[in-house]
């Protein structure tokens, strides 16, 4: 049996070792103690709760992780309105409304006050067919035109699916967003997030899964360095020994892109990257909103730094995407001036009533949450074929049409196996 060697534990090693696991021996080497990467949750003793490294959603139009949660069995462990809904509250003007898609792909929507962005002009909306056809060098800014349909939907969504200020981001990763979601209709745009953590919906569930089929997962192994002879690896080093590869065996690289480049140094890969900002509220009770914001579990902001709040039992989570602009303020400020965003936002719609000071609190910092993506950026991405038949790469950085995205990262590990000849669930459009 062939042995497939996958150096890396974040989704797209995952998502590589639950597709190969059936079909291969698979050893994970993971360099950390635990699996996950960039989207897996944790217990904070600060604050005595698993909070998530960083809030994540998903839309329903995620084919590849939707098929990888139902491979694990862990598909209810998301939670979500079930409905195209997504609740705004403006901070410059105190407005709150309920964007609601239409389920199907006619965007009915678009014609009623109810439904659609307020103060919006219809002709704003050909902005979205700039987007899905611009080309690979274009921006996001060059595609936008100004209104409240911009500033309070398209602009928001942009920053937090490209997480690049939009002067910068690639209008055309933006585009093929936007033709596989809201050009599809509302069906494929129904937000999910993990009900009870990241880890336990994309991490724990799959490594039980690679359990049943003997799959070896070695964590606190850190591959530093690949030996290659006659265009294939032949071995390869870890902290305490050389693993040397037999002839039907193979490697899948699914670390991130600065490593990945320093243990392949002719790779072009991203080498410019945004981070995300996190700040996690522990309430002394459980928060219940009512209406619109209650059905949804969140509530997406316009017009201060919070982009995201997301409702669990008594936490209070909140996004801050491309987070470089902020470099320059404390933890402690940032989480201040959340906080008097949050009361305005959401006092009006909870039961009970916040507290006036900021409570409890936790406040993370992706540094390299996401490669910048931008034209240039987006040029460096390499697939998951390489000079070395018996060597694929996968991660959110490589070539993969998207974003960093858990789609794209799960998508990634499709590629690296079927570049290796195996069988994958991989359809390229
Ligand atoms: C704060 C934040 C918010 C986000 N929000 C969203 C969102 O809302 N929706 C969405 O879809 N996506 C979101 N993302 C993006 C998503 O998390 C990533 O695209 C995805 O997790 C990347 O997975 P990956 O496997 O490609 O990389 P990684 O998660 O980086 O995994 C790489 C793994 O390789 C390991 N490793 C590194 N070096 C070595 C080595 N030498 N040997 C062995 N192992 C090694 C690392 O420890 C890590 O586990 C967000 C990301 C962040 C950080």
Not at 71 to 96: C, E, Q, S, V
Request: glycine share 8%.
């Amino acid at each position: 049996m062939s042995h497939v060697h996958i150096i890396g534990g974040g989704l797209a090693g995952l998502s590589a070792a639950v597709e190969l696991a059936p079909q291969a021996q698979v050893t994970l080497y993971e360099a950390g103690p635990v699996c996950g990467g960039r989207a897996r949750s944790y217990y904070d003793r600060t604050l005595e709760v698993t909070i998530d490294n960083g809030n994540h959603m998903l839309l329903s139009a995620n084919p590849y992780s939707f098929r990888y949660l139902d491979l694990i069995g862990a598909r209810n462990t998301l939670k979500g309105p079930g409905k195209p809904i997504f609740p705004w509250y403006d901070l410059d003007d105190g407005l709150r409304w309920c964007l609601r898609l239409s389920k199907g792909k006619i965007p009915f929507w678009l014609l009623s006050r109810r439904s659609r962005v307020p103060g919006m002009d219809l002709k704003e909306v050909l902005s979205l067919r700039r987007l899905m056809k611009a080309n690979d060098k274009m921006t996001v800014a060059e595609c936008l035109s100004s209104g409240e349909f911009t500033r309070r939907l398209l602009a928001p969504l942009a920053i937090s699916a490209l997480n690049t200020d939009l002067e910068s981001a690639s209008a055309a990763l933006l585009g093929n967003i936007i033709k596989k979601t809201l050009a599809q209709g509302g069906q494929a745009c129904c937000p999910w997030v993990a009900k009870n953590g990241l880890s336990e919906s994309f991490v724990n569930p799959a490594l039980t899964y690679l359990e049943k089929f003997y799959s070896r997962i070695l964590f606190g192994t850190r591959v530093s360095a690949l030996r290659r002879e006659n265009g294939r690896v032949i071995s390869f080093r870890t902290f305490d020994r050389e693993i040397v590869l037999g002839a039907e065996d193979s490697v899948i690289l699914a670390v991130p892109a600065p490593v990945a480049s320093s243990l392949l140094p002719e790779l072009e890969v991203p080498n410019a990257f945004e981070s995300i900002a996190n700040a996690h509220y522990r309430l002394p009770y459980k928060i219940k909103a009512k209406g619109d914001v209650g059905k949804a579990g969140f509530i997406g902001l316009v017009g201060g730094m919070a982009e995201w709040v997301f409702l669990h039992d008594n936490v209070l989570s909140v996004t801050v995407s491309a987070a470089n602009r902020y470099s320059e303020y404390s933890n402690e400020t940032m989480l201040d001036m959340i906080w008097e965003e949050i009361s305005q936002a959401l006092g009006a719609v909870i039961e009970g009533s916040l507290p006036l000071t900021t409570p409890a609190s936790r406040f993370i910092r992706e540094k390299r949450a996401t490669f910048a993506a931008t034209p240039e950026q987006n040029k460096r991405r390499p697939g998951a074929k390489t000079s070395s038949e018996n060597l694929a790469l996968a991660g959110d950085w490589t070539d993969t049409g998207f974003p960093s995205t858990i789609e794209g990262a799960i998508q990634s590990g499709l590629e690296a196996v079927a570049a290796l000849g195996f069988r994958s669930a991989l359809k390229r459009s």
